[in-house]
T-cell receptor, first 112, second 113 residues
Framework: KNQVEQSPQSLIILEGKNCTLQ??????????LRWYKQDTGRGPVSLTI?????NTKSNGRYTATLDADTKQSSLHITASQLSDSASYIC???????????FGAGTRLTVKP | KAGVTQTPRYLIKTRGQQVTLSCSPI?????VSWYQQTPGQGLQFLFE???????NKGNFPGRFSGRQFSNSRSEMNVSTLELGDSALYLC????????????FGPGTRLTVL
């Protein structure tokens, strides 16, 4: 059973709208949680990294939140652009830094 | 600073053949990790090398192997290819261990016929 579950699997929104992607994990104990953006046919690019003590981190129009108590994270995208169309992957690491668990990703499509 | 580079970008092989993929990390990075990505399974960790030593290994058969050279460049080898090995193989480098921020290369798209 995957220890990192992402929802929704796919999402279609109109350009300019906001959206929120979810990541629930059962990895415990946990060291850090990352969000990656992956364009089709390309390697993932890091958006945010949060340790267990951080609640929120922003990177431009991307804002990630983390609730370590409920083991939930979200990625909020503001004022979406066509270039935001990509897969967004949540990755959770265990404290020994040798165990990374990947979510299956959310496929976001932004339409004009 | 140049990013992570992977060669070749695309590869077509037939069942039973073997393949070697190459990864050059960002200058100064000592850790290189390899991942397999397929539509059905998503990203799966293959192995990590740090200072020429394999530090961690994922749950893949022995047909998958790798090595790292003294300049931190890494190669991954897959022997006796199977149709199910068709995937995007990604390499990621980081300064320290796998848990540090990783920077991914563009990947090698392997198709097994």
């Amino acid at each position: 059973k995957n220890q990192v579950e992402q929802s929704p699997q796919s999402l279609i929104i109109l350009e300019g709208k906001n959206c929120t992607l979810q990541c629930n994990y059962t990895v415990s104990p946990f060291s850090n949680l990352r969000w990656y953006k992956q364009d089709t046919g390309r390697g993932p690019v890091s958006l945010t990294i949060m340790t267990f003590s951080e609640n929120t981190k922003s990177n431009g129009r991307y804002t990630a939140t983390l609730d370590a108590d409920t083991k939930q994270s979200s990625l909020h995208i503001t004022a979406s652009q066509l270039s935001d169309s990509a897969s967004y992957i949540c990755v959770v690491s265990a404290p020994n830094n040798n165990d990374m668990r990947f979510g299956a990703g959310t496929r976001l499509t932004v339409k004009p | 600073k140049a990013g992570v580079t992977q060669t070749p970008r695309y590869l077509i092989k037939t069942r039973g053949q073997q393949v070697t993929l190459s990864c050059s990390p960002i200058s100064g990075h000592r850790s290189v990790s390899w991942y397999q990505q397929t539509p059905g399974q998503g990203l799966q960790f293959l192995f990590e090398y740090f200072s020429e030593t394999q530090r961690n290994k994922g749950n893949f058969p022995g047909r998958f192997s790798g090595r790292q050279f003294s300049n931190s460049r890494s190669e991954m080898n897959v022997s006796t290819l199977e149709l199910g090995d068709s995937a995007l193989y990604l390499c990621a480098s980081s300064w320290g261990f796998q848990g540090n921020e990783q920077f991914f290369g563009p990947g090698t798209r392997l198709t097994v016929l």
